[in-house]
């Protein structure tokens, strides 16, 4: 396969700098600043949404190269090995972090989101509303999920 670059749109600010913190960004308020290449009216229209999905690089983690493995969710010896592209984690081929976000209010270049799980400085590569449509109502997941995840969006 042929590689591709993609170059960052803009940068998250926030309070949250360490990336072993991994829990409790349901309060975590953030600001995606978008790179002046796309003007003053490049968030236009998005303020009208509740939501964005957040599509940015997990930057500030090694890229350990071997995915072949499946690994317990998260580290934790307690959960079933998972392979690469069953989990949200950062280890990733291509390290790249989806969150779906409450907008809080748009500005100009300036977005502010509440829960979105990346830290001060992380590359955001790309930002699309949340429309209905393209939530599921039927998502299934295994019972341990729930488990594992209950601090995750806690404040």
């Known amino acids: 396969m042929s590689a591709f670059e993609i170059t960052p749109i803009g940068t998250v600010r926030n309070d949250r700098t360490d990336i ?11 600001t995606i600043v978008v790179d002046e290449r796309f003007g003053e009216a490049c968030l236009q229209g998005l303020e009208e949404f509740s939501h964005v999905e957040v599509v940015f690089v ?12 499946p690994r317990p969710y998260r580290g934790r010896a ?3 090995p998972m ?15 989806v969150t779906c976000c409450r907008i809080e209010s748009v500005d100009s270049r300036e977005l502010t989101v509440v829960g979105l799980d990346a830290v001060s400085g992380t590359p955001v590569i790309d930002l699309k509303p949340v429309l209905k449509e ?9 019972e341990w999920v729930s488990g594992m995840m209950s601090d995750y969006f806690q404040p």
Request: glycine share 12%.
């Open 134 to 142: 393209f939530v599921p109502a039927d998502v299934r997941q295994p």
């Open 20 to 30: 072993q913190h991994s829990d409790n960004w349901g309060a975590v308020r953030s």
């Open 58 to 69: 997990f930057d500030r983690l090694p890229d350990d190269g071997d995915h072949r493995e």
């Open 83 to 97: 392979g690469v592209f069953a989990g949200r984690g950062p280890r990733r081929p291509n390290r790249i972090g």
């Open 78 to 80: 307690d959960l079933p």
